[in-house]
């Protein structure tokens, strides 16, 4: 595989999702490439995306969209932070919309030629029913993406992450986990 010029990296805000931003900043000083950190964020369902919400008690309304893609956008820059001091092009991008097509739209966006994403190493019943969104994004890139396998760590319990394969929650809490992400 050649050097990279420009690297996506897919970020879900798991408690991974670090090990994702460690890897692909590694790849990025090797080849000098600069870096994209991605998140693609959804409504609840049945939230039209020009709804008004009070995000706070008292708070003046604002667009329940624009508020999510902002808090996006904010919980972003602490993934920019490890490559504080490295000498790389890095920026964030908010996208909203349905997660392996937002990351492929994203892929052209920004010239990506290499894509970093976490795997939750989903199996069996919950891999049905949620799919694999790092398998689909491998199946379809136009680009080589790498797929970043997680450490168990006892913090990911009962959080939308491989650690809910770890046997540490009852079948239907990993569901319910799963579900609600």
Known sequence: MSQ?????????????????VAAARQRALESKAAVTLLHVVSLPAGLDPG????????AEPVAG????????????ERFKQPFDGDDLEVSTLVMR??????????????????????THD??????WMLGS??????KRAAVPVVTV?????PSCEA????????????AEEQVRCELEG
Do not use: M, W
């Not at 997660?99 to 994403?117: C, E, F, K, M």
């Not at 969104?133 to 491998?138: G, H, I, L, M, Q």
């Not at 396998?149 to 760590?153: G, L």
């Not at 959080?159 to 009852?170: I, R």
């Open 159 to 170: 959080k939308s992450c491989s650690a809910c394969q770890s046997g540490g929650l009852e």
């Open 65 to 76: 969209d624009a508020y999510v893609e902002e808090a996006a956008g904010a919980e972003l």
């Open 133 to 138: 969104v790092a398998a689909a994004v491998t």
């Open 122 to 127: 989903r199996t069996g019943f919950y891999k």
């Open 51 to 58: 709804a008004r919400i009070r995000p706070e008690p008292g």
């Open 97 to 118: 919309g349905p997660v392996v097509d937002s990351i492929l739209a994203a892929v052209d966006q920004v010239g990506a030629d290499l894509v970093y994403t976490g």
């Open 4 to 20: 990279p010029n420009q690297i996506l990296v897919a970020i879900d805000f798991s408690d991974c999702a670090d090990e994702v």
């Open 149 to 153: 396998h997680p450490v168990h760590r």
